[in-house]
């Protein structure tokens, strides 16, 4: 079985949840309005995992599906640094001990730096990261 294979078996257990598949990638819908798309791509180098616009390079199917899993838990929250309404800054956060750590960060190297700032927070509540 595929890794989309197993994803999309799993996700089947969770009604309301809505998703895209395709051979090589799945995308999970928010399912909130404060949630973020969180989708996976398999390719010929291994796996990558898309949290909105973060993502994360993986060679092999166990840490990218850990991964995607803890992007659909509430232990995880993406922040969202935007100029104007362009989002240039995305951090992962988890939740360890009852506080947000900072897990890792992508951003665009070109943006528009003279709009007002503001930052969002994320978060999908899908599963258990257990």
């Known amino acids: 079985m595929s890794a989309i ?15 895209t598949r395709t051979q090589t990638s799945i995308a999970v819908a928010p399912a ?12 010929q180098g291994g796996f990558t995992v898309w949290f909105d616009g ?8 166990e840490p990218a599906l ?3 899993a803890f992007g659909l838990s509430a232990e ?9 309404s362009c ?6 956060e988890s939740l360890q001990d009852g ?5 890792s960060q992508t951003g665009l190297l070109l943006f528009s730096f003279w709009l007002p700032a503001r930052t969002e927070y994320r978060q999908n509540r899908l ?3 257990a």
């Open 87 to 92: 989002a240039h800054r995305w951090t992962v």
């Open 54 to 61: 973060w993502h994360e390079e993986f060679e092999s199917e």
């Open 76 to 84: 995880c929250r993406l922040r969202v640094e935007l100029r104007g």
């Open 5 to 19: 294979e197993k994803i999309a078996a799993k996700l089947a257990n969770y009604p309301g949840v809505q998703f």
């Open 32 to 43: 909130n309005t404060d949630g973020f798309e969180v989708r996976l791509e398999q390719h």
């Open 66 to 68: 850990n991964c995607l």
């Open 99 to 103: 506080e947000w750590q900072v897990d």
């Open 127 to 129: 599963v258990s990261a």
